[in-house]
RNA sequence: CGGGAUGUGGCGCAGUUGGCUAGCGCACCUGGUUUGGGACCAGGGGGUCGAGUGUUCGAGUCACUUCAUCCCGACCA
């Protein structure tokens, strides 16, 4: 039988296409550039979501929901903000359809027009702040820390599964504050759970820095990311946290009575991160094999696969493995038995390597008279016997060990790929091998743009905690000074 | 919206210069043998060839139109 999954090496796109259909995490829908996430897939950004909610919390956040229409003209409020999003918004015109009076079928009932137009959310910015208008009198009723789990809408182009999908699930939190440097450390303070939420839970090395301006979100005045660098050495933007100053504000008049009895405009930041995260997830760590998970978002962590003959034989197993699995539910272990008796378990083994469970039990008749069980590593494919006696604590060791190696070979991937870049010729060979350069920008919007044009490169970020090289300098491309170095790379 | 390509059972494909009953692999169903790395044997069901028009005695195959999808650009979390 054919392999599953393509190679990685000979065609990236082709190969995480089909990975993701392959594993069972989402495939393509009826509708243009939309996506099913299947249920599989829905586990692992159910456990995303659960730790992002519970570190949100963690950090005085509450949860709240918003309407997923616009008004048109809320949107056009904030200059730089419509202009962002103008172009790929979905828009509904009329709310009623009739029978064909020409035909079969069903038509946009042309009575029911819509006075004003509603956009499908690209973003809730504007109908946030229009709502958060009516909340804020005083400074009493700051600061307002709200979050959402929502879907948007973003007309894109040219579409890819979990990385760029015509509608997609997300949060985004809009919080208000009376000051800025209350706002501004809110920006960072968000941009750092991304970053631990990265690290500790999705294994993904992050760089934290600034967006540059000409990447900078629609209507901020500074945007904070996370970037990371997928196995074919492009750059992944995996969440943005920014501070929208006091743009938002005045686009909806929300103004509160200070201490000292004046009117003053609010401070906002908003901060996002999305099913993207999975695409994230995806790339950053499979194989050829298939998808391989950190324990810590894996739906299933351990899963047990018998070895028998005849029903009799099956029964005993079963039995047999049902202890195991309360030992490792009892310290907070997901499995499952596989006892499906209708494939073998060669096939098993196989299905299970590509839904990228972490850690898979084989047990068999001769490995219960020796007091042993077989166990493989996905994410180095080593198996061997284990004494069944004290399995269930050595698993949980196993996993933290697992998480960690995880993140530590992606970390040594990133690593290996970065490096730093002088010259301009330099440059043009070395950003078609990929990879985060790391380079002497003069800070301005033009020289971005030229880069970009000739090279498709981008500046990631200008890092504040990975890669930071505070030297003096030159521009590579206009040779003006340059205080310190800025991430290069192609992206997604 | 520009450049390129592709549409044939659920999926992946073959189908020579138009020709007879449209094939193959995987998947599916039935029966049996198997079961420690994606089993094997036998039998079986399922497609009018993206859609439309035309040329022809005859079209999956040729022409035109149209729709859809994918890739490369522009746009983007």
């Known amino acids: 039988m054919a392999k599953e999954v393509t190679n990685r090496e000979d065609n990236y796109s082709l190969w995480y296409n089909n990975l993701v259909v392959k594993a069972d995490l989402a495939e393509t829908s009826a509708v243009r550039g939309c996506m099913v996430i299947k249920p599989y897939g829905y586990a692992i950004w159910e456990k995303m979501q659960h730790q992002l909610d519970s570190m949100f919390k963690a950090t005085g956040h509450v949860n709240a929901y918003f309407p997923l229409f616009i008004p048109k003209s809320f949107l056009s409020r904030e200059a730089e ?26 038509v946009v009932d042309p009575d029911a027009k819509l006075e004003e137009e509603l956009v499908v959310r690209p973003t809730s910015e504007t109908i946030i702040w229009n709502t958060y208008k009516n909340w804020i009198k005083s400074y009493r009723d700051l600061p307002i ?35 800025a440097a209350e706002a501004i450390a809110e920006t960072e303070k968000m941009v750092g759970v991304y970053a631990d939420f990265a690290r500790n839970y999705m294994a993904l090395p992050v760089v934290v820095g600034h967006k540059s301006e000409g990447e900078r979100f629609a209507g901020a005045l500074d945007t904070l990311c996370i970037e990371a660098m997928m196995q074919d050495g492009k750059a992944l933007q995996a969440g943005t946290s920014h501070f929208l100053g006091q743009n938002f504000a005045k686009a909806f008049d929300v103004q509160f009575a200070n201490k000292e009895g004046g009117l003053d405009y609010v401070w906002a930041t908003s901060w996002g991160v999305s099913t993207r995260l ?43 493995m049902q202890k195991v699995g309360d030992e490792l539910a009892a310290l ?11 494939v073998r378990s060669g096939f098993k083994f196989a299905e299970w390597e590509l839904k990228g469970v972490p850690v898979r039990l084989t047990i068999g008749q001769r490995d219960i008279d020796a007091g042993v069980v077989e166990l493989a590593r996905r994410d180095t494919l080593e198996k061997g016997a284990v004494q069944r006696e004290g399995l269930a604590a050595h698993i949980k060791d196993l996993l933290d060990k697992i998480q960690k190696n995880i993140y530590d070979k992606a970390l040594a991937f990133r690593d290996s790929q970065t490096r730093k870049v002088d010259t301009w010729e330099e440059f043009k060979v070395e950003i078609e ?60």
Request: aromatic share 8%; charged share 25%; with cysteine.
């Open 433 to 492: 091998k990929g990879g985060f350069l790391l380079c002497h920008w003069d800070g301005s919007k033009e020289t971005e743009a030229k880069i970009q044009e000739e090279t498709k490169a981008t500046i990631r970020c200008i890092p504040i905690d990975s890669y930071v090289v505070e030297e003096s300098g030159k521009c590579i491309y206009t040779g003006k000074p340059s205080a310190r170095r800025v991430i290069f790379a192609r992206s997604y």
């Open 278 to 320: 999975m695409g994230a997830l995806i790339m950053a760590h499979s194989d050829n094999n298939g998808l391989v998970l950190p324990p810590a978002l894996a739906p299933i962590q351990v899963v047990m696969v018998p070895i028998y003959k005849g029903e009799e034989e099956l029964a005993k197993m079963r039995e047999y």
């Open 332 to 342: 907070g272990i997901s499995y499952k038995i596989d006892d499906r008796d209708n």
């Open 145 to 179: 820390l709200c979050n959402q789990w929502a879907n948007v809408v973003r007309w894109e182009m040219r579409t890819r599964l979990f990385l760029r999908t015509a509608e997609f699930l997300w949060q985004e939190g809009h919080t208000a504050h009376a000051t």
């Open 81 to 106: 903000h419509v202009e962002g999003f103008a172009k790929e918004c979905a828009v509904v015109t009329h709310h009623r359809l009739m029978k064909d009076p020409n035909g079969s079928g069903v």
